[in-house]
Nanobody
Framework: QVQLVESGGGLVQAGGSLRLSCAPS??????????MGWYRRAPGKQRELVAH???????NYADSVKGRFTISRDHAKNTLYLQMNSLKPEDTAVYYC?????????WGQGTQVTVSS
């Protein structure tokens, strides 16, 4: 089992920035931690991948956030981050942290991000 604790959501004006954090209960350095990522679900839409990082540190991003969002890990703090810059109203969603651990998916409780125009 892996618990994920997210924080950092909130209300921000368009063009602003937020940083989301996700602290897993298992070490990100564990060989069983295969990948981590951030997903989001906007009202009336399906959940979509925002950013992903695998155990080798390779990242990929949704086209809609490339150049604006950055996923990163701090192993000393065992925390996953999503730095979001130049936020747009269409980024409004509930953001979820995900970890693929020992071939199983685990999800955080979600954190609301609201971008006002």
């Amino acid at each position: 089992q892996v618990q994920l604790v997210e924080s950092g959501g909130g209300l921000v004006q368009a063009g602003g920035s937020l940083r989301l954090s996700c602290a897993p209960s298992r070490s990100m350095l564990s060989a069983n931690t295969m990948a981590m990522g951030w997903y989001r679900r906007a009202p009336g839409k399906q959940r979509e991948l925002v950013a992903h990082i695998n155990s080798g540190g390779i990242t990929n991003y949704a086209d809609s956030v490339k150049g604006r969002f950055t996923i990163s890990r701090d192993h000393a703090k065992n925390t996953l981050y999503l730095q979001m810059n130049s936020l747009k109203p269409e980024d409004t969603a509930v953001y979820y942290c995900n970890v693929l651990y020992d071939w199983r998916d685990y999800w955080g409780q979600g954190t609301q991000v609201t971008v006002s125009s």
